[in-house]
């Protein structure tokens, strides 16, 4: 069957009031049509003068825009990143206008010491290095007092604030600030000690962390040290105005100031409660130490800045102030910072607490020199010396001998072992029985192996020097064995002396001044005829290599002296006055230096004098004196050597410095004695020296001696008139050789002026004998023979083969004698010997065995008849006169 089909009736439509829109889902709907637009279009107004930017044209900004002021405001910021950005920039800025700082740096440092007590640590940090790279550097003369004060408010206020690390955090700005400005630390000490101590007390700071604990003593180690320096320099001035009034201003119209010196004396109560906490501290880190060979590093560190507390608080009590604390019938022993000091003597030695006795770390050694150090400054104000026994002792005779065998390295060595040095001398006057030779002994081998180049070994020479000058306060014995080892000893360290110098050398002249102190004091000390005098007089031989010394070869070894520092060379000089008496082969090292190039002109005529000094002291035998007078004068080095030349080979002239050096010699000639007694035992020497045909000038300073000593009439012997008038010809001539012949030389210089120079040391011989003028005379008519063999140093080829060079040389001495009028009378007795010399000049000129050109004769004859015109007019002068014979 077929289904019936439904019937197709619909529904009738309704009416439709809203048509219903089908929407995909995210599709942004679209307003409705009766909805108001609210949307406002507009341009923009641009007005440039109105921009920030333009505002801050020439202010000071940093690398974001901001100025001083708004940096300054934003370190004040609640959150922590924008203080630490303020800070920063306002480095930042500073940095590139530092003129905003000297401006500005009251209300600088008014902001920026409100982070000194910031809850955040880097905000805390940052200031610091702030101040610490920035601030003060820049403004270090700026900064005053009424400046730090603002500053140490905050810094006290930090120092009691709950946080401890904000506690920690201001003893390093204090100690910031003390590293910059040091006496600020007296105005605050008592405070300052107050708040250290009770830091100190909070245990958790070193159970926690050792390098806070480090922080806090390394800046109370500081602290200390300051104090401890003006507690010394309190006592240098009170010794020095000891019985002296101050006088007070008329006019006292000023405020009065405070005055550091009162901190001093008020810090010593401060100083008592200090020392058993520091202690405290020190046993409480042994305590916690575990039993191990090493010590750990931040462990030794608090150990030993706490040690270095300790030490520098009874070096304060060593001095100053606290001393009135011995005498108001106080026990000492009793007192309460002793008893805790007891505590630590039973700690020494540290090393003993290891596994190994045999292998001690350097860290133990360190520690037990540090409380040895601790105990020496105590024996020195207590009555107490009941640690100067068999432990402390040893230890310090153990630590000397170890010499370089010691395990401590080369650079801890220098550092600590240094501090123990200077008790030496008051140890040995403490110490009693057999521990002071041994002590001595230690310290004689320590000195011996000690390097030269250490820096420990000016340490080891105040020592010695010390020791040297105070033997007699060190309460030894005055039985002969015991005064024979110390002999023994001081002997020993005097022979090291020498050595060091030429070890040395002129590299390290700090420790050079030190060694040559002590050989000065030892020279004022020792007495010549005692064992100490004569071995001080024989360091002679050793020291000569320090002057100088002649190798095989012939050349001369300078050493030292030459190059050290002229306040070194000094003290070299002042050295020589105390050898009892200088040995021939010492004064020959001296004469090498006086006769170098390169000595000073101050230091050569500085060795004369004290020689000078040595000889009228009966130090310096008289001949060898002589000797090396004369040597002076005769192998001086002139330079340039000709007189018309400048400079040679870039050095200046040193003329200057020969004529102090004649002038220097002279005088202490015309006060050795009798002259005509020094005239006999000079002569000799001198003619040896210039038969040796010196140079001119050396020449000239011989016969300047000879007339340093002679009188008129001459006091010359006839055999020692002989043989200075063949050298006096020999000289004039080359006299003349001086004299150029280029006219440029010529019109710079007056050569007449030069010859006078030359030659006036020979007219006044002549003027003081007529025999030796006339001996000369005879010398240059013989030089005018053709088969002459009396020819000058300096020319003789020249004046060997011209004849015509012979008669311009005697022309110009003729000459030169006539236009002295001092000379007249003795000429007028010699008219037969200058009447044969101008015959033998014109002989010579007649002569047809030296080939002339007619120019040549005809100049030689004119000024022949000039020379011989004068002459003859001299003599019809004289005649006139009716002075001939006369």
Wanted: one cysteine or more; a positive charge; hydrophobic letters at 40%.
């Amino acid at each position: 069957m077929v289904r019936p089909k439904p019937s197709s009736s619909k529904k009738p439509k309704r009416g439709v009031d809203f048509k219903k829109i089908k929407h995909k889902i995210g599709r942004k709907l679209p307003p409705p049509r009766n909805a108001t637009s609210t949307e406002i279009k507009s341009k923009a107004i641009v007005l440039p003068e109105q921009s920030v930017a333009s505002e801050r044209d020439g202010l000071a900004v940093n690398k974001k825009g901001l100025t001083l002021r708004e940096l300054l405001q934003q370190t004040s910021h609640h959150n922590a990143k924008i203080r630490r950005a303020a800070l920063t920039g306002v480095r930042d800025l500073v940095l590139k206008y530092p003129l905003e700082l000297k401006l500005h740096k009251l209300a600088i440092i008014e902001k920026l010491r409100e982070r000194i007590s910031d809850n955040d640590k880097v905000v805390r940090e940052t200031l610091y290095h702030l101040l610490k790279t920035v601030i003060f550097p820049s403004s270090k003369e700026e900064i005053t007092a009424p400046i730090i004060s603002l500053l140490m408010a905050y810094i006290f206020n930090a120092m009691s604030h709950l946080a401890v690390d904000v506690r920690l955090m201001a003893f390093k700005f204090f100690e910031l600030v003390v590293l910059n400005y040091p006496s600020s630390f007296m105005l605050y000490a008592e405070k300052v000690l107050d708040n250290y101590v009770d830091i100190l007390r909070n245990n958790q700071i070193y159970l926690v962390d050792k390098s806070k604990l480090k922080n806090v003593l390394g800046g109370l180690a500081h602290c200390l040290s300051l104090l401890s320096n003006k507690s010394l320099e309190d006592n240098r001035l009170n010794n020095l105005n000891q019985g002296i009034v101050q006088p007070k201003g008329l006019y006292a119209y000023k405020s009065e100031v405070h005055e550091d010196n009162a901190g001093i004396s008020s810090v010593s109560g401060n100083l008592e409660n200090l020392v058993p906490v520091l202690v405290n501290s020190f046993l409480e880190s042994t305590s916690m130490r575990p039993t191990m060979d090493v010590i750990d590093a931040p462990t030794f560190d608090c150990m030993l800045c706490t040690l270095q507390c300790i030490n520098s608080a009874v070096k304060i009590y060593e001095m100053g102030k606290p001393y009135t604390l011995l005498f108001n019938g106080r026990d000492m022993t009793q007192n309460n910072m002793m008893i805790y000091m007891r505590k630590l003597w039973e700690t020494f030695p540290v090393g003993r607490l290891s596994q190994s006795p045999e292998k001690v770390d350097n860290k133990y050694i360190v520690l037990d020199i540090k409380i040895a150090e601790i105990f020496l400054h105590l024996t020195k104000w207590m009555n107490d010396t009941s640690f100067l026994n068999e432990k402390l002792l040893g230890f310090i005779e153990s630590l000397l001998l170890a010499g370089t065998n010691t395990p401590l390295n080369r650079v801890l060595t220098e550092k600590h072992i240094g501090s123990l040095l200077p008790f030496t001398p008051r140890l040995l006057s403490q110490v009693t029985g057999c521990w002071k030779a041994r002590l001595l002994e230690a310290f004689t081998y320590s000195f011996k192996e000690c390097k030269v180049d250490s820096r420990l070994y000016i340490a080891y020479l105040c020592v010695v020097e010390e020791l040297l000058s105070v033997t007699s306060n060190l309460g030894l014995p005055t039985c002969a064995a015991t005064y024979e080892d110390l002999l023994r000893h001081q002997i020993a360290w005097m022979r090291e002396l020498p050595r060091i110098l030429l070890h040395l050398g002129y590299k390290h002249p700090s420790t050079t001044m030190v060694v040559l102190k002590i050989l000065l004091r030892i020279g004022q000390s020792s007495m010549p005829n005692l064992a100490f005098g004569i071995e001080y007089d024989c360091l002679q031989f050793t020291l000569r290599e320090f002057y100088g010394t002649k190798t095989d070869a012939g050349s001369v070894h300078y050493g030292p002296f030459m190059k050290l520092p002229r306040d070194c060379q000094e003290l070299a000089i002042c050295c020589l006055y105390y050898f009892s008496s200088l040995s021939l082969d010492f004064l020959e090292s001296l004469t090498y230096c006086c006769l170098c190039n390169d000595m000073e002109p101050l230091i050569l005529l500085r060795i004369v004098e004290v020689l000078q000094s040595a000889y009228k002291a009966g130090h310096v035998p008289i001949s060898e004196y002589i000797g090396f007078l004369v040597t002076q004068v005769a192998r001086f080095k002139v330079f340039p050597e000709k007189f018309l030349v400048e400079k040679n080979h870039g050095n200046v002239s040193n003329r200057k410095t020969f004529k102090s050096l004649t002038d220097a010699v002279f005088g202490c000639l015309t006060q050795m004695g009798d002259s005509c007694i020094m005239l006999k035992l000079l002569c000799k020497n001198i003619l040896n020296e210039m038969s040796l045909k010196p140079p001119i000038d050396n020449f000239r300073g011989l016969l300047r001696m000879i007339i340093a000593l002679d009188t008129r009439p001459t006091k010359l012997l006839d055999e020692d008139i002989i043989n200075l008038s063949k050298l006096l010809s020999r000289y004039m001539v080359d006299a003349v050789s001086c004299i150029s012949e280029d006219p440029n030389v010529a019109h710079r210089f007056n050569q007449m002026s030069i010859f006078d120079y030359y030659v006036k040391p020979c007219i006044i011989l002549f003027f003081a004998s007529d025999k030796l003028l006339l001996l000369v005379l005879k010398s240059l008519d013989y030089f005018l023979m053709e088969d002459c063999i009396l020819l000058p140093s300096q020319s003789c080829a020249k004046y060997g083969f011209e004849s015509s060079s012979r008669i311009h040389a005697v022309s110009c001495i003729l000459t030169f004698m006539h236009n002295y009028a001092r000379l007249h009378r003795s000429l007028s007795r010699s008219k037969a010997a200058i009447e044969h010399i101008l015959l033998s000049m014109q002989n010579l000129l007649d002569s047809d065995k030296h080939s002339r050109s007619l120019e040549e004769r005809s100049r030689l004859q004119s000024d022949l008849d000039q020379v011989t015109a004068r002459i003859h007019d001299f003599w019809r002068i004289w005649v006139v006169n009716g002075l001939e014979g006369v």
